[in-house]
């Protein structure tokens, strides 16, 4: 099999150069909002998010054992071992008020607003 002529190589290579760094651009201008939960604590327990906006939820579990962040009316689940972060990338929300709580802590609840 041939290999592209060395012009065309290099249009490729810029034009994935390009695309990338646009999507690299398109993450950092989401809004990053973080969330603790440790041992059976979801901080803070209001948890205030931008409404019809793409954003990032940023979770970290600071606490001894596992967590499980998750929300009924949101569909959405994310399981953290001790000591670890991750993230949840909404596209949009709705205006409103969403309950959330860990799983593998029934006591341990918040509310995330969208406004």
Do not use: C
Request: aromatic share 6%.
């Amino acid at each position: 099999m041939s290999r592209p002529p060395r012009p065309a190589r290099i249009a490729a290579a810029a034009l994935l150069a390009t695309a990338w760094a646009m999507t690299a651009a398109r993450a950092d201008d989401m809004p990053v909002i973080k969330v603790e939960m440790r041992d059976g604590l979801i901080l803070p327990a209001v948890i205030e998010v931008p409404a019809n906006t793409r954003f990032k939820l940023e979770i970290a579990n600071t606490g001894q054992s596992p967590v499980e962040f998750e929300s009924a009316e949101l569909k959405r689940e994310k399981a953290l071992a001790a000591g670890s972060t991750s993230a949840i990338v909404f596209r949009t929300l709705d205006p409103g008020t969403y309950q959330v709580f860990d799983d593998f802590h029934p006591d341990a609840k918040a509310t995330l607003v969208a406004r």
